[in-house]
């Protein structure tokens, strides 16, 4: 009983490139999982045209217009909101 609600860090899903908890998942147009501070600085060093960090599949649109834009064409990608919802819920102490 005491190991099943003894919870640990490994149990949560984590960021493939960084290996942390996930922080504002992003889901990636292949539908890979990466934190968003993750694609932002993956783009950052592969430029506009870099693909996802582990397929190399295109990210953005080809009509993105250079590094300004990065951070906003990310934060239009979708966040995974049940990822973020579940470890979310492994930072709150429990009552």
């Known amino acids: 009983m005491a190991a099943a609600s003894a919870s ?46 582990l397929c190399r599949a295109r990210i953005l649109p080809s009509t993105s217009r250079g590094q300004r834009d990065l951070d906003t064409l990310v934060n239009d990608l979708p966040t995974d909101l049940a990822t973020m919802a579940l470890v979310d819920s492994h930072k709150t102490p429990a009552v």
Do not use: F, N, R
């Open 8 to 53: 640990s860090s490994s149990e949560l899903p984590e960021c493939p490139v960084c290996h942390d908890g996930y922080q504002e998942p992003k889901i990636l147009p292949c539908t890979h999982l990466v934190c968003k501070k993750c694609v932002v600085s993956w783009l950052h060093k592969a430029g506009v045209k870099g693909g996802c960090p």
